[in-house]
């Protein structure tokens, strides 16, 4: 009700529909006949569109609420007096501030429930990245068009005009029609810029969730995803599979083939960090290699645990037949009975003996995993120092730039691990 207890014409309007529907609340549309119920679809659809329009407007018009009630917007607002999700209204008056300032046909087409809001999103999108440099014709003949594909309203479309996948294609592609002179130029310019961003967005997290299993969670561009899909479906084929064998879930199939991807990488092609990054060193008891029961130990497997990582004896033995796998055989007394050559200064095997030893960084405190670590000599090489095991440890680029700076005190702590303190 308004203040003065009469309804405007958009209020007569809403509460009308709200009657409408109260009173066939009770109503079962199982018992229509399949024409009608498919009819009822098509106009709830329409109805949606022009409910959602209506809103979209209001909401643009609608601040001074937020402003008096002392909301963030007006989207938070309704959300907090109707219990609707705030993020889907700031979505939506998202799209009514495109259509308001700039798309009025869009609006219209929603209004009369030819164009639903993910159309309406996908079009104004693509309109509002059109480059500046266009005029405002070529502007308005984009909206027409994209209005057009999307309602149906050009002899030889589809009934009900193109979805949202389909449109998103045709925005991408609309400067062919209204500006083709540019076309090409803009293209090649927003190609670029989607790329650039791509790589800044770009993310890769890996985290142990202390169960035996890990989470990676990877945020990357279309290229490298379709690239990962390629592969790991590879390994998923029907064709690989025995024929008696179940079915598994795709995200199940692509997860196990995630693992037999990067057991089949060559890691002779894989570059060296330290010497010996990319080597994996499995450390097994000498008892433990001969029984069909055991466990073995996987060197610093990933940025976030501990340094060592539990395996079972079988999947060691697994490991040992790829490339560069390293076994660390271990006697009684965890002593390192075969781990290769040192033949020259801080040699691979040396550092790998390092890393066996030291796990991670050994600043007092700090977790960087052995394998991002530096080898540093205790005693300077300058002075005499020797280099082997006894006279080395591993320290974190930022430790051991703290080793080496004057401006700080180094102690040694009873386990050997590393202490600083700036000089007063």
Sequence with gaps: ?????????????????????????????????????????????????????????????????????????????????????????????????????????????????????????????GLDALPARIDADARRRAETDLVAYGTGDRPGMPEGGFGPKELRRLADRILDVVAPEIAEEEDAKRLAALEAAATAKTSLRIRSLGDGLTRITALVADPVAGRLATYLDAFTSPRHQDPGSERLPQHHARGLAFGTLLEHLDPTQLPDHGGDATSVVVTIDHTQLTRDLGTAGLLDPSHDTDGEQRISAAHARRLACTAKILPAVLGGKSEILDLGRSRRLFTTAQRTALRLRDKTCRAEGCTIPARWCEAHHLNPWSKGGRTDLADGLLLCSFHHHREHDPTYTTTRLPNGDRRYHRRR
Excluded: N, Y
């Design 1 to 125: 009700m308004s203040l003065t207890g009469t309804r405007t014409p958009l209020g007569e309007a809403v509460a009308a529909c709200r009657d409408a529907l109260g009173e066939v609340a009770e109503r079962q549309p199982g018992f229509l006949a399949m024409p009608e119920r498919e009819e009822l679809l098509r106009g709830l659809v329409a109805l949606e569109a022009q409910v959602v329009e209506l809103r979209m407007r209001v909401l643009v018009a609608s601040a001074d609420v937020a402003s008096t009630h002392g909301a963030r917007d007006v989207a938070g607002w309704v959300a907090l007096r109707t219990g609707a999700d705030p993020g889907r209204l700031r979505s939506e008056s998202k799209v009514a501030t495109s259509i308001d300032r700039s798309w009025p046909r869009v609006g219209a087409a929603m209004a009369r429930g030819a164009l639903s809001l993910e159309q309406a999103r996908v079009i104004t999108t």
